[in-house]
């Protein structure tokens, strides 16, 4: 966003400091009987989440589709590994944490480049006023609002500046 603006605006400088970590996602489709929500998370990664838990994603099979988010520190350490590398790894890692048998039927990794922020710009609302016309909203405007005590990041950050945005356009 930094590029897009005039030299003589106020906002460049502070632009230029964001700055965004990288983050290995794997998406792993295993049977039902299989419940990664309560394990011991090993310090390799950040969350997990059951995709198919969340509202109209119904499915017919008797499978659940996994989100793994793998550790920033994680990732820095393995940025250029090999996709294939990364799930053998982090599979075998979450073979060993779970009880019973782990069957991957499915499986997805993307390393996002710029994915969550480190060095954010703090704004009251999640959105910042480049020119008199001209708004930007986004994750990497910081947490404006926490939720028992934790930041709000991430794409739920990014949802909720939109939403400011388009609320203040209104």
């Known amino acids: 966003v930094e590029e897009l603006l005039p030299c003589s605006s106020s906002h460049k400088a502070a632009l230029k400091n964001v700055l965004m970590n990288p983050q290995w996602i794997l998406m792993l489709e295993l049977d039902d009987s299989v ?10 990664i950040k969350k997990i989440v059951c995709d198919s ?20 520190e994680w990732t820095e350490q393995h940025i250029e590994w090999d996709k294939s590398q990364v799930l053998s790894t982090l599979t075998d890692l979450l073979k060993n944490t ?9 499986s997805y990794v993307h390393r996002w480049l710029y994915s969550t922020g480190c060095a954010l710009i703090k704004t009251q609302k999640g959105v910042l006023s480049l020119s008199e016309n001209l708004y930007t909203c986004g994750d990497w405007l910081g947490d404006r ?10 794409v739920e950050s ?11 356009l209104s």
């Open 35 to 44: 419940d990664l929500s309560n394990i011991q998370l090993p310090s390799a």
């Open 53 to 72: 838990d969340k509202p109209l994603r119904e499915s017919n099979t008797n499978r659940k589709n996994w989100l793994i988010h793998v550790s920033e």
């Open 158 to 168: 990014a949802y909720l500046s939109a939403l400011c945005l388009a609320k203040h």
């Open 145 to 154: 609002e926490r939720q028992n005590s934790k930041p709000i990041c991430g």
């Open 98 to 106: 779970v009880s019973g048998e782990l069957i991957v039927h499915e």
